[in-house]
């Protein structure tokens, strides 16, 4: 499957599927229609949310403040929107095809 991105007024939204705990940060493809990505961080006290927000907004070179997680913050899958960016530009800078 491929990622889907849907872009509203309020930004693009769509599904991620986090690895915490992995060697190092990196989107390494899709999970499904979620894009996946590996985070160093603990699945502790929020602490993975908060690496998910800084690896996009550093990915997509924009403020943590634009990224919103809006379900599954106690999940692996979560739904997050980023405000101020497209979705083509979602799929070129996290090079999803």
Request: proline share 4%; net charge positive.
């Amino acid at each position: 499957m491929t990622l889907q991105i849907k872009e509203g007024k309020d930004g693009c939204t769509f599904l991620v599927r986090v690895q915490p705990r992995s060697s190092r940060d990196q989107v390494t493809g899709t999970h499904g229609d979620a894009l996946k990505i590996r985070l160093t961080a603990p699945p502790v006290e929020g602490k993975a949310n908060e690496a998910l927000q800084k690896f996009l907004a550093k990915q997509l070179d924009t403020s943590p403040a634009n990224i919103e997680i809006l379900t599954g913050h106690t999940s692996r899958q979560k739904r997050v929107r980023i405000g101020g960016v497209s979705a083509d530009a979602i799929r070129a800078l996290l090079k999803i095809k």
